[in-house]
C-alpha cells in the first residue's frame, strides 16, 4: 500500500487545469483509465477506480489570481450545500464483509462489481461511500446505526447516477440508484434527498423518459416532482413504491416498471 505522500509525489507532476478533471493510467496499480484527478477550488482530489487498488486523497494546492478574483465576485461554482471534507482515509469495501454484506443486502453488489458506481469504505466513521460521478463528493451509509444514516461529504451538487440507459427513475438515496442500474436500459438517479434542484432538472432533459420512484409515504412529495419536472423533461411518470427499491430483486424491478402506465403521467 502506498503512502499519502508517495501517492501526492506522483500525482503533483500530472498536469490538471483548475476546474477540471482528467483521467489517466494508474501510475501505482497500473490500471488503465481507471486514475480520476480533480482540481477544484483549490483542492486536488485524486482516486483509483480499480476496487483492488486503495489509492486516493487530497491534496490543497495553490489557485490562480483569475479564480481568486472569481470567487470572491461569486462567480466560481456554486458551493457545495455541505462543507464535510471528504475523508482522507478510506479503503475498498472488499476488505471488510460488512461492507460487502451491505452492499449486497440493498442490490447494489454488482453495480460495484461492474465498475458502474465508485465505492469506498471508511472505517473511521464505520461508512460506506458512494461518491458522485465527478468524484468531487461522496455520501456516507452507515453501518452501525449511527446518526444521520446518511452523511455528505464534498460536493454533492446535482444528480447521483448509476447504470447506463435512456430511462432515468428518480429515486431518493444512492444505494437505490445502484440497484435500478441492474435493469438493462435503465438508469438510477438520485436526488439525495426530495427535491428537484435546477442542476438536477437541467441533467434529468437528458433522458427520453423520466420515472419518479418514492416511498409510498412520500407521494405528496413525488407528486410536487412530477409537477416541477413537467414541461422541462421529455416525459415523466410517478411510480408510487409499496416498498423500498433496495430490497426488490431485478425480476419484481421490472415488474414493478412495466406496469408503470397504470400510475400518472405526464408527455410533453
Request: proline residues 3%.
Amino acid at each position: 500500500m502506498f503512502t499519502y505522500f508517495e501517492q501526492y509525489s506522483l500525482i503533483k507532476d500530472i498536469k490538471v487545469r483548475e476546474n477540471t478533471s482528467k483521467s489517466c493510467d494508474c501510475p501505482f496499480c497500473g490500471g488503465k483509465g481507471k486514475l480520476s484527478i480533480t482540481n477544484r477550488d483549490g483542492s486536488l482530489l485524486w482516486n483509483c477506480y480499480r476496487a483492488s487498488c486503495s489509492v486516493r486523497g487530497v491534496h490543497g494546492v495553490a489557485r490562480s489570481t483569475t479564480s481568486i478574483q472569481n470567487k470572491l465576485m461569486d462567480k466560481s461554482i456554486i458551493a457545495p450545500d455541505n462543507t464535510l471534507p471528504l475523508p482522507a482515509i478510506v479503503s475498498s469495501p472488499d476488505h471488510h464483509p460488512r461492507a460487502i454484506d451491505y452492499l449486497k443486502s440493498v442490490h447494489s453488489l454488482d453495480a460495484y462489481e461492474d465498475n458502474r458506481v465508485h465505492i469506498k469504505y471508511t472505517p473511521a466513521e464505520d461508512r460506506v461511500l458512494f461518491f458522485m460521478n465527478n468524484d468531487s463528493g461522496a455520501v456516507g451509509r452507515s453501518l452501525s446505526g449511527k446518526l444521520p444514516k446518511w452523511k455528505s461529504y464534498g460536493d454533492t451538487t446535482g444528480l447521483f447516477t448509476c447504470g447506463t440507459g435512456d430511462i432515468a427513475v428518480v429515486v431518493e438515496d444512492a444505494a437505490s440508484a445502484c440497484a435500478i442500474s441492474n435493469l438493462e436500459g435503465y438508469v438510477g438517479a438520485a436526488l439525495l434527498g426530495t427535491n428537484v434542484s435546477p442542476k438536477q432538472k437541467q441533467q434529468l432533459k437528458h433522458y427520453s423518459k423520466v420515472i419518479i420512484s418514492l416511498d409510498k409515504d412520500a407521494s405528496s412529495k413525488a407528486i410536487k416532482l412530477l409537477s416541477k419536472l413537467t414541461g422541462h423533461v421529455k416525459s415523466v411518470t410517478v411510480v408510487l413504491l409499496e416498498e423500498d427499491l433496495k430490497n426488490l430483486d431485478t425480476q419484481q424491478m421490472e415488474e414493478l416498471y412495466d406496469e408503470s402506465k397504470r400510475y400518472c403521467s405526464h408527455r410533453l
